[in-house]
């Protein structure tokens, strides 16, 4: 079992990652992508995929069209555990 991070660990994660949202039940970091077509965007899937199935961590994401939103969340810990944050960092680095 990952170990869920506690309050102050959150917050310091959260400050290198300022364009994601904590939830408010603080058990999932949230975020939202726009690309210029359908294609875009599931090119961007396509690479994510293949870095969360690298870190065996998966996210919760749905795509409408040129939109992808992604929620991350350590089931197995009943909140967020550092393996959101680093696939969270992976896919910043892949949207660039």
């Given at each position: 079992?990952?170990?869920?991070?506690?309050?102050?660990?959150?917050?310091?994660?959260l400050a290198d990652h300022p364009d994601?949202?904590?939830?408010?039940?603080?058990?999932?970091?949230?975020?939202?992508?726009?690309?210029?077509?359908?294609?875009?965007?599931f090119g961007f899937m396509a690479r994510v995929a293949l870095e969360a199935q690298a870190q065996d961590h998966h996210p919760d994401w749905s795509n409408s069209y040129n939109r992808v939103d992604i929620t991350l969340s350590?089931?197995?810990?009943?909140?967020?555990?550092?393996?959101?944050?680093a696939l969270a960092k992976a896919i910043d680095r892949i949207v660039g």
């Open positions: 079992m990952t170990d869920r991070l506690d309050d102050p660990a959150l917050d310091r994660q994601w949202t904590i939830t408010s039940a603080r058990t999932a970091l949230t975020r939202s992508f726009g690309f210029k077509d359908f294609s875009e965007a350590t089931h197995d810990s009943g909140g967020l555990s550092a393996k959101d944050f």
